[in-house]
């Protein structure tokens, strides 16, 4: 420390333990390929937030830029993304993930291609996706897709639970394992320091020694926007180019037992409470009419019986072959 003029003081000032000690770093966990694919393909998650999820994950921005991107904002005949109000206030811009223009343009379509000016994530009503309980949500769709590994919901002094902004850990752990390097990586997460990277350098190498490869690109592991992963349960329903072609609807869920059940409240969550019937319309049918018939996801939500969602599908299959005579899937 400096003293007038300029010189050095021989002992520092403070007392020993007059400043806090850091706590130490927790663990952290981030998705494998094959859970964020159970993930995306359960349909009884609503649409809209499977949608963020593996945007998250392809992605890497934080969830808070996420939610408050606007459809202007996405190039998608381009597949270029711009990035101007963030955390750092650094604007940035970057090439989406492969995928991402096809689904996001599905996705916008089952929207009826809104306003330039209109928010390119919403809920099951149509509105700005809220980050308040994000956390928990994201925990809740996990154990509803069956994904139950102990180390994402594990809250310790070791280790910290998984949440939704540690959705793009994956990201972050994934791509340098797929050889990106960390100015690429950087350039999608904000990140102004290399540290930060450097902490998710052993998680990478999990990914990289057993070579498990890349996460699915979004287009493909969206059931309902002309994915290749076979959807769980009905009301799912394809027609020209493996394209949706029923309006979706949200899903009322039951969340899982534990401290997550008392977490949120359900009816402004998860869009309960619509006339008796627990679902949100997102948007008219194509047909005419008001598109108000609910899907039945199928599942067993108190068993997380999405869990089966991807087994037993075929990369080959195509959307014509899955739309015939599956009547109820599992």
């Known amino acids: 420390m400096a003293v007038f003029p300029c010189r050095l003081l021989a002992t520092n000032p403070l007392p020993r333990g007059f400043l806090p000690k850091l706590d130490p770093a927790k663990a ?74 096809q689904a996001l343009r599905a996705w916008l379509a089952l929207r009826d291609n809104p306003a330039p000016s209109a928010p390119l994530f919403v809920d099951e009503d149509g509105d700005l996706c809220s980050v308040e309980h994000a956390a928990e949500r994201f925990r809740a769709h996990l154990q509803l897709a069956g994904i139950d590994r102990p180390e994402l919901f594990e809250d310790s002094e070791e280790r910290q639970q998984v949440g939704a902004h540690d959705a793009r850990s994956t990201f972050i752990t994934v791509a340098p394992a797929n050889g990106q390097s960390e100015t690429w990586v950087t350039d999608r997460t904000g990140h102004r320091s290399f540290a930060m990277i450097q902490r998710y350098r052993r998680a990478a190498r999990t990914f990289t020694e057993p070579g498990l490869g ?93 869990g089966d969602s991807i087994r037993g599908s075929g990369a080959g299959e195509s959307g014509a072959e899955r739309g015939r005579g599956r009547g109820g899937r599992r």
């Open 28 to 101: 952290k966990a981030c998705l494998y390929l094959d859970e964020d694919a159970r993930l995306l393909a359960c349909t009884a998650i609503p649409l809209c937030w499977r949608v963020l999820w593996g945007f998250l994950n392809r992605d890497g921005p934080r969830i808070g830029e996420a939610v408050r991107l606007q459809v202007q904002d996405v190039d998608l005949e381009r597949g270029a993304l711009r990035l101007e109000k963030n955390k750092t206030n650094d604007p940035r811009a970057w090439a989406l993930s492969p995928g991402a223009p």
């Open 214 to 306: 890349e996460l699915a690109s979004l287009a493909e592991a969206l059931p309902e926007l002309g994915g290749r992963g076979r959807p769980t349960g009905e009301g799912t329903e394809e027609g020209e180019g493996g394209t949706v072609r029923r309006k979706l609807l949200a899903i009322s869920i039951a969340w899982p037992r534990g401290e997550m059940a008392d977490a949120v409240d359900l009816k402004g969550a998860l869009g309960r409470g619509n006339g008796g019937d627990g679902a949100k319309l997102l948007g008219k049918s194509e047909g005419g009419g008001d598109g108000s018939t609910r899907l039945d996801s199928g599942c067993d939500d108190s068993e997380g019986a999405c």
